[in-house]
């Protein structure tokens, strides 16, 4: 089954211990993104990849670091998480980086920071 | 710059119809999109619109787009309580192709 894949789905942790977010797609896409959903601000990207090796910031990239060393992944560092980074995050991933290329969300995973 | 906006929160009575709003911005975005979140779940995309097209019937979905005023809408027909969601507006960076989605709009169907 064509997917994205996101690990944890639930995470609560403590100001500045250090957490990865994993995300993994099956379809062999070439770009990759995160995003941040907060309450009445919609979804709003932090970084994305158009392919391994390739990464740039969005929107919100601070406080966050990415790689893409295969294809199949893009994981989301946050070195020293604050509570302001408490958010639903969102994985997605598309055949390549242009209009009209469908992307495809994995199912969030919430995070939580005290 | 970049900036998309609907409304918070619509109900509706099942069976009646629903219409979502969105105004966008950027005059060179191409292609013009709606998404559904349903709870606990991610993004799926619902349909989409070339900025060439006034209009996409897809089932019980029709956009209709209004270059001029740029303009977006959603109406949904015979709407069901499985309808119940939330809908994003989003349009396509003209440069990098990110989407830039609006704050969602709550749809509630009463039975």
């Known amino acids: 089954e064509a997917q994205v894949t996101q690990n944890p789905r639930y995470l609560i942790t403590v100001t500045g211990k250090k957490l990865t977010v994993t995300c993994s797609q099956n379809m062999n896409h070439e770009y990759m993104s995160w995003y941040r959903q907060d309450p009445g601000l919609g979804l709003r990207q932090i970084y994305y990849s158009m392919n391994v090796e390739v990464t740039d910031k969005g929107d919100v990239p601070e406080g966050y670091k990415v790689s893409r060393k295969e294809k199949r992944n893009f994981p989301l560092i946050l070195e020293s998480p604050s509570p302001n980074q408490t958010s639903l995050y969102f994985c997605a991933s598309s055949l390549r980086n242009g209009r009209g290329y469908e992307q495809y969300f994995g199912p969030g995973t919430r995070l939580t920071v005290t | 710059g970049e900036d998309v906006e609907q409304s918070l929160f619509l109900s509706v009575r099942e069976g009646d119809s629903s219409v979502i709003n969105c105004t966008y911005t950027?005059?060179?975005?191409?292609?013009l999109y709606w998404y559904k979140q349903e709870p606990g779940a991610g993004l799926q995309l619902l349909t989409y619109?070339?900025?060439?097209?006034d209009m996409k019937q897809d089932q019980r979905l029709t956009v209709l787009l209004n270059k001029k005023d740029k303009h977006l809408s959603l109406r949904i027909a015979d709407t069901q309580t499985g309808d119940s969601a939330i809908y994003f507006c989003a349009e396509s960076n003209s440069n990098t192709g990110k989407l830039i989605f609006g704050q969602g709009t709550t749809l509630q169907v009463k039975p």
């Open positions: 619109i070339f900025s060439n097209m």
């Open positions: 950027d005059s060179s975005s191409t292609y």
